[in-house]
């Protein structure tokens, strides 16, 4: 079956570090997306993780591990603005069908 | 560029009327397509996806179908809504991949919230 674990919700404060961790267990494995989405808005697109290790964009970085079926989206340097959720997200199945399976979202709350 | 139309934005529907949600992708061609549905507070729940002109998987069983009747247009239906059926309902689209890339992530559109009273 399939699983994808994040925790509900995260408080932090401006300018601080967060690291929002995602399990997953999928009859498939192609790649890890990490989204934003902002309340009442569609998701963006903010990392992409295929192989282990870390890939780092800026004030986000995300990591893998696929023997663990782990990942972590963090965040620094933490503005006001980066109040939303954080979508954890499995490619699933062959080259070609692409579905996205999604975790629940972690709502990320940034206070002054 | 390549762009994606959904509407409407919003829409309240009474329970047993029927519903019909359109999705449009411009600038590109053979894109994958998918709708999704996020209840409140909760994640994204795939419904459907199509890799082609008529060819629709349905991922989960429900009240609701999709049809795609042109290669960039996909379309969400119901005979009847339920007021289960209430939620923001998301179109997206994809290249098809053939190959791991970021690239072949999905761009969504910007979303319908439907209510049903």
């Known amino acids: 079956g399939q699983n994808i674990d994040q925790p509900t919700e995260m408080t932090a404060t401006e300018g601080a570090i967060v690291q929002i961790n995602c399990t997953y267990q999928?009859?498939?494995?192609?790649?890890l997306f990490w989204y934003q989405q902002h309340a009442g808005e569609a998701p963006t697109f903010l990392s992409y993780?295929?192989?282990?290790g870390l890939e780092e964009k800026g004030r986000f970085s995300s990591f893998l591990s696929r023997s663990k079926g782990y990942s972590y989206l963090l965040l620094k340097e933490l503005q006001m603005k980066d109040s939303a959720s954080y979508l954890c997200a499995v490619r699933e199945g062959p080259y070609g069908t692409d579905k996205l399976i999604f975790g629940t979202g972690t709502r990320l709350q940034v206070f002054p | 560029s390549q762009t994606i139309h959904q509407w409407p934005a919003t829409l309240v529907q009474p329970v047993g009327s029927p519903l019909s949600l359109e999705c449009t992708v411009e600038?590109?061609?053979?894109?994958?397509l998918y709708w999704y549905r996020q209840a409140a507070g909760r994640g994204l729940q795939l419904l459907f996806y199509s890799v082609g002109i008529g060819q629709i998987s349905s991922e989960v069983p429900q009240n609701l179908s999709a049809s795609r009747p042109q290669d960039r247009q996909f379309i969400l239906s119901s005979k009847k809504l339920l007021l289960s059926d209430s939620g923001f309902y998301l179109c997206?689209?994809?290249?098809?991949?053939?190959?791991?890339?970021?690239?072949?992530?999905?761009?969504f559109g910007s979303g319908t919230r439907l209510t049903v009273v």
């Open positions: 993780n295929v192989l282990d």
């Open positions: 997206a689209w994809s290249v098809r991949t053939a190959g791991p890339s970021h690239l072949y992530g999905y761009t």
């Open positions: 600038g590109t061609s053979n894109p994958n």
């Open positions: 999928t009859s498939g494995f192609n790649g």
